[in-house]
């Protein structure tokens, strides 16, 4: 008998008695050192022989248990509209979970498929799961109808704008992200520009606007026919680059084409080709997003301003995490992040003629 002192029953997950009776301290220190108040407390080699025991034996604080102290969960719910179809999805949702995982938080995530009713019901699923605060996310910026019950936790958007400007944002940089776009081309002595793709939603409006602004101080500006609003697939690259480059003299057509994202750009590649427009040589491209398994696999491989899907989920976490550590609710502002440049090799020199 003497000799099962200290050991937990075979099988069975070993508690924090079981940790203090291999340590040789009370209960009491164990807990400190579990529940960050060791410091002050214990000594440091009392708190690591505390840990060294805790290893031998396996032993991991129970979060729920811990939870009910604290009155939290650990958990954070991350609710999003269309995860499964979005190319930028991972991104995203890893830059927001690893960031949970460093504060010793998991992700709970939900797919709505862009239910309004799903998005209400998955939000008061995780109110009821006692989640510590959620995150509510969209695959492309624009403004949206906030869930049902968010604003009855922590909560945070990411890439979207609240309608009611209730809740704070973290979304890309947009309008400095096309002023980015414009000085690849500047830089190059491009002066002869034109802007193909997108549509009247707010990333398309705000490209546009920085794209003006950085060419306005530059004393460019781009004839009205040469900004060809054609939607944000291969097609609509194709064809308004055909608008703008097809039968016009060399000396008369643009030398660089910022686009609207990279498919887009995609498809201004193909009518390049089409028409025996060498690239980078007599035309340069930008893009606009750096989608993966895509822009470096173009020919040439695209130069673009990336979205910053990843910082987004960091943004986000990091700000609902802080909330939930400080009680206190962020003022309902908006984070812009900024858009980076991924050079590659669709942009050169501006042709001389």
């Known amino acids: 008998m003497g000799g099962t002192e200290g050991k937990q029953t075979t099988g069975s997950r070993p508690t924090s008695r079981d940790v203090a009776r291999r340590a040789g301290v009370s209960h009491t220190a164990v807990s400190f050192v579990f529940n960050g108040r060791a410091e002050g407390n214990l000594s440091p080699a009392t708190q690591e022989r505390i840990r060294r025991a805790a290893a031998e034996l ?13 009155r939290r969960t650990a958990v954070i719910g991350l609710v999003t509209d269309e995860i499964a179809s979005s190319p930028f999805a991972g991104r995203l949702l890893r830059g927001a979970m690893e960031t949970a995982w460093e504060s010793e938080h998991l992700v709970l995530t939900i797919d709505s498929g862009g239910d309004p009713a799903k998005e209400d019901a998955a939000v008061a699923e995780l109110l009821d799961r006692r989640v510590d605060g959620i995150i509510y996310a969209a695959m492309s910026l624009r403004r949206v109808r906030v869930p049902e019950g968010l604003h009855r936790t922590h909560s945070v958007l990411a890439n979207c704008l609240p309608e009611d400007d209730s809740l704070p944002a973290v979304i890309p940089a947009e309008r400095a992200g096309g002023r980015t776009a414009a000085r690849l081309l500047l830089d190059q002595g491009h002066h002869r520009v034109a802007m193909v793709g997108g549509q009247d939603d707010i990333a398309s409006v705000d490209r546009l606007r920085g794209f003006r602004d950085a060419l306005r101080a530059e004393g460019v500006t781009v004839p009205k026919d040469w ?10 690259g194709y064809e308004g680059a055909m608008r703008v480059l097809d039968g016009a003299p060399a000396d008369r057509r643009p030398t660089g084409i910022f686009c609207y994202n990279d498919r887009v750009a995609a498809g201004v590649l193909h009518a390049a080709t089409r028409l025996g427009i060498t690239v980078p040589g007599e035309l340069s491209v930008v893009g ?10 173009l020919t040439p491989p695209l130069t673009t301003v990336a979205l910053p899907h990843r910082a987004m989920g960091e943004s986000a976490a990091r700000l609902l995490l802080d909330s939930i550590d400080t009680g206190r609710t962020p003022p309902a502002t ?5 858009c980076s440049v991924i050079s590659r090799a669709s942009v050169g020199r501006a042709p001389s003629r």
Do not use: S
Not at 62 to 69: E, H, I, K, N, W
Not at 334 to 338: H, I, N, T
């Open 58 to 70: 396996g032993y991991r604080p129970d979060p729920v248990a811990r939870g009910l102290r604290r």
């Open 227 to 236: 900004v060809v609003r054609t939607g944000g697939e291969i097609t609509g």
């Open 288 to 297: 606009y997003d750096d989608q993966e398994h895509m822009a470096e696999f």
């Open 334 to 338: 908006v984070r812009r992040l900024a």
